[in-house]
């Protein structure tokens, strides 16, 4: 199985991506992952980046893992053109498409159902999954206080939070019908 994740620190911190091939490897799935990632940035940028248009139309990937910018999200208008283009680009190919929502940062946790509400709606609009990392954020902060999700810098992930993101987007991937 080839993967290609793209999107920015909350990607690859703590090499999430490879938290995931590990989770892949322990449920005998044998996964190849790349990752197309740039701190701060948000899918606008990886649509004009010509490396994501080639990796995406010529990486012979299963799954395509879509982050955008979490802190601060900016105008869902920016994130949408972003995904319509490369959502243009994955419906050529035989890959399925997940988008990874992300968590807001400690304090704000009140922001959740709005970036949740982004990510939830492009799903749709292409009929494809979301892996609700930011959800089950929340849902695991409420129910293991003890665990500290976030890195020092409180946006970030942990590596317990970076575990938790592997885990849902594996969780997702292989429990539901992707697009």
Known sequence: MRVLFIGNSHTYYN???KMFKDICAENGIDAQITL???????????ADNQQTRFNILYGDY?????????????????MEEAADRIMEWIAQ???????YMTWTKEGDEASQPEM????RKLAEKYGCLVAPVGEKWWEHIHTHPEVDLYYEDRKHASVDGSKLAAKTIFETLFTSAAC
Do not use: N, W
């Not at 197309?36 to 990886?46: I, N, R, T, V, W």
């Not at 299963?62 to 920016?78: C, K, N, R, T």
């Not at 949740?116 to 990510?119: I, K, L, T, V």
């Open 15 to 17: 090499d999430m991506p």
């Open 62 to 78: 299963d799954y395509v893992i879509l982050q955008h910018v979490a802190h601060p999200m900016g105008e869902f208008s920016v």
């Open 36 to 46: 197309l990632s740039k701190g701060g940035m948000g899918l606008d940028y990886h």
């Open 116 to 119: 949740s509400a982004r990510y």
């Open 93 to 99: 190919t035989r890959a399925k498409a997940c988008f």
